[in-house]
């Protein structure tokens, strides 16, 4: 079975300041795929990146970026200057099977912004 | 890009009355749909994956003869939770498998009185 541990439930930082969202996994899979999704007040969730078990290369997309460590499980997700924009619960996932993707959630992280 | 639609956004219905939820995918046909349930201010749980043509796969813990799935089409799968009480309040996510990604739908939020 798998599983996704987002240990921060909730994170406040003021504008502009950088936060890191941490998200661990467990799976006896060597091929898996990881997630983060960005679910605003409106509910629906929006999706942010992929990433497979083969690609350890970090990933950079404007203000956000994702480390991934597989010596660790980890897949962490930091947003630098943040905004107030970004005020979010954010969900890191977990899928085995590639093509009909089951995505095994973690329990979120809400992250507030502060103006 | 690719769209799935639910409908309704929202409902309120009694104690002991079914609603139906549908999933569309817009402009992609989906082999394979998810539908997936979100009580508050928690994460969101797998209830069964949605195949075209045949049976849905439930997931342990879920009642298939309370929520009952159809998938007619290659866009179009239905939720329908029967006999709705009170503690199946919550809010209901599809998503749809394209050719390589996962969409999700933008929810429906059910309150049954």
């Given at each position: 079975?798998?599983?996704v541990t987002q240990a921060q439930t909730e994170i406040?930082?003021?504008?502009?300041?950088d936060v890191t969202l941490d998200c661990v996994y467990e799976?006896?899979?060597?091929?898996?795929?990881l997630?983060w999704?960005?679910?605003?007040?409106?509910?629906?969730?929006?999706?942010?990146?992929?990433?497979?078990?083969?690609?350890?290369?970090?990933?950079?997309?404007?203000?956000?970026s994702w480390n991934f460590q597989?010596?660790t499980s980890s897949f962490n997700f930091t947003i630098?200057?943040?905004?107030?924009?970004?005020?979010?619960?954010y969900f890191c996932a977990?899928?085995?099977?590639?093509?009909?993707?089951?995505?095994?959630?973690g329990t979120g992280t809400r992250l507030?912004?502060?103006? | 890009?690719?769209?799935?639609?639910?409908?309704?956004?929202?409902?309120?219905?009694?104690?002991?009355?079914?609603?139906?939820?549908?999933?569309?995918?817009?402009?992609?046909?989906?082999?394979?749909?998810?539908?997936?349930?979100?009580?508050?201010?928690?994460?969101?749980?797998?209830?069964?994956?949605?195949?075209?043509?045949?049976?849905?796969?439930?997931?342990?813990?879920?009642?298939?003869?309370?929520?009952?799935?159809?998938?007619?089409?290659?866009?179009?799968?239905?939720?329908?939770?029967?006999?709705?009480?009170?503690?199946?309040?919550?809010?209901?996510?599809?998503?749809?498998?394209?050719?390589?990604?996962?969409?999700?739908?933008?929810?429906?939020?059910?309150?049954?009185?």
């Amino acid at each position: 079975a798998q599983k996704v541990t987002q240990a921060q439930t909730e994170i406040s930082v003021v504008e502009k300041e950088d936060v890191t969202l941490d998200c661990v996994y467990e799976t006896r899979d060597t091929t898996y795929y990881l997630f983060w999704y960005k679910q605003p007040p409106s509910g629906e969730l929006v999706f942010l990146i992929r990433r497979n078990s083969f690609d350890e290369q970090n990933e950079i997309s404007g203000r956000y970026s994702w480390n991934f460590q597989k010596s660790t499980s980890s897949f962490n997700f930091t947003i630098t200057a943040s905004q107030v924009v970004d005020s979010a619960v954010y969900f890191c996932a977990l899928s085995v099977e590639f093509g009909n993707e089951k995505l095994t959630f973690g329990t979120g992280t809400r992250l507030t912004i502060i103006p | 890009g690719a769209v799935v639609s639910q409908h309704p956004s929202w409902v309120i219905c009694k104690s002991g009355t079914s609603v139906k939820i549908e999933c569309r995918s817009l402009d992609f046909q989906a082999t394979t749909m998810f539908w997936y349930r979100q009580f508050p201010k928690q994460s969101l749980m797998l209830m069964a994956t949605s195949n075209e043509g045949s049976k849905a796969t439930y997931e342990q813990g879920v009642e298939k003869d309370k929520f009952l799935i159809n998938h007619a089409s290659l866009t179009l799968s239905t939720l329908t939770v029967t006999s709705a009480h009170p503690e199946d309040s919550s809010f209901y996510i599809c998503s749809a498998h394209g050719l390589a990604d996962q969409f999700f739908g933008p929810g429906t939020r059910l309150t049954v009185l």
